[in-house]
């Protein structure tokens, strides 16, 4: 078995620390055990591109009890766990390509290594996979089944590729399904990200200025742990509506140039380009600390911040200190990549677990629909959002009210008023 791990030493605490995340995994390890007979994957190769992480270990190990062959490559240089890749390899005989810190080539030459160990469907995090098999393999789309998308940025992509009628394959849009976007990108990206700034910083986040720019479903999130945990809040936003919606969530909202000089904590959570640019660095506040929580390390503009810069130090693990030539210093959390999982571990076991049979469920999907679908970008049916939604209740010792018959009818009538 080809592979390209950090240390195979690490395996055992890789081990131990994957099977901690299954048990806050309940609804994928259902799925695991359902399907484990049947093997409805059998045979179906899987090139994933995903943050190689204790969460991902399990799908990964979920796939291939179904019967899939599966090949795992990073989806972003800095989010891999090290132990992870090396207990996948060593333990679970599954093929990873990753290392923490890989520069721009070894992590392509990665994504390549996944894809050419089989295609028949891809998984991917932020369609780095998707658009290098789309660039570099054209002659292998149509043999592709399908794929399928796990975030925002990805999803916004491959909605490009398909308007511009690019799209090789039918991919399944993740991050679209209730049971993934409302929990992974508000809770899970609300407590990682926070997570991630403890442990770079170690700061205090009661009574700081913490500016949030973005307020879609990430940024949300984000300001509402922040809120919790007793930070003055301010929202920056683009959209009307998102702004709005802000304000009367409890927040300060304003233009970032005017939060520039306010914050002591700035979070990027927008998916675009340059949000965080020499005009705001340049009326930040002494010792301001700045990260990004979107898939890119776009948001925050690196060349603006080093041509600021006469110096920069490593201060504290995952954290660099840029000193400004006024002698005002910035603090960059985890070289501008998406902190929660390039500072901290990523979004919990706990929310993981609903994007994560998603993704299980919509690879059984592609595979039953082989052939049948367009290329297009497919949402999941919303029952299986349902199911996974049902499960996870269950797990959690929840239960909830039925419609009666009568009930079902009335919402189902229109003639009935007052
Ligand atoms: N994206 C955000 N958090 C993640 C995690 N823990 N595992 C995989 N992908 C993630």
């Not at 690490?10 to 609804?27: K, N």
């Not at 090396?86 to 996944?114: E, M, Q, T, W």
């Not at 929310?351 to 690879?363: E, K, L, T, W």
Request: proline share 3%.
């Amino acid at each position: 078995m080809e592979y390209d791990i950090k240390d195979k030493g690490l395996s055992d605490r890789g081990t131990q620390r994957i099977e901690w995340a299954a048990s806050f995994m309940p609804v994928l390890y259902s799925l695991r055990e359902l399907f484990k007979k049947e093997k409805p994957l059998k045979g179906t190769s899987i090139a994933a591109c995903l943050h190689v992480t204790t969460e991902t270990a399990n799908l990964m190990i979920a796939l291939k009890e179904a019967g899939a062959n599966v090949a795992l490559s990073a989806s972003n240089p800095l989010s891999t766990q090290d132990d992870v890749a090396a207990a996948l390899v060593l333990k679970f005989d599954i093929p990873v390509f990753a290392v923490r810190g890989a520069d721009k080539d070894r992590y392509y030459s990665h994504i390549r290594n996944a894809l050419e160990s089989g295609h028949d469907i891809t998984m991917d995090d932020g369609a780095d996979l998707v658009s290098t098999l789309h660039k570099e393999y054209p002659s292998l789309l149509d043999k592709v089944m399908g794929g399928t998308e796990e975030t925002t940025t990805g999803v916004i992509r491959l909605r490009a590729m398909a308007k511009e009628g690019v799209l090789g394959y039918p991919v399944i849009a993740v991050n679209d399904s209730m049971t993934k976007y409302l929990f992974d990108n508000r809770y899970g990206t609300g407590q990682s990200t926070i997570d991630g700034i403890l442990r770079a910083t170690n700061c205090l986040i009661a009574g700081s200025y913490f500016v949030v720019i973005g307020y879609g479903w990430c940024g949300k999130g984000v300001a509402k742990r922040a809120s919790g945990m007793g930070a003055k809040v301010i929202v920056a936003e683009v959209n009307p509506v998102k702004a709005l919606e802000a304000a009367m969530d409890g927040f300060q909202v304003m233009p970032l140039r005017e939060a520039a000089p306010i914050g002591d904590i700035f979070v990027t959570v927008t998916g675009d380009k340059w949000v965080i640019t020499k005009e705001e660095i340049s009326k930040m506040k002494d010792n301001a600390i700045i990260g990004n929580a979107g898939h890119f390390n776009v948001e925050i503009k690196l060349e603006d911040l080093e041509d600021l810069s006469i110096d920069q130090k490593e201060i504290r693990d995952n954290l660099t200190q840029f000193r400004l030539r006024d002698g005002r210093r910035i603090n960059l959390l985890g070289k501008g990549r998406l902190l929660n999982l390039s500072c901290a571990e990523g979004h919990p076991a706990m929310v993981m677990d609903m994007s994560f049979s998603d993704q299980f469920y919509s690879a059984i999907y592609i595979r039953e629909n082989a052939g049948k679908l367009e290329k297009k970008v497919y949402i999941l049916p919303e029952e299986i959002d349902q199911k996974v939604a049902r499960i996870k209740l269950e797990t959690m010792n929840i239960g909830i009210d039925e419609l009666t018959e009568e009930q079902k009818k009335y919402l189902s009538s229109w003639d009935k008023g007052t």
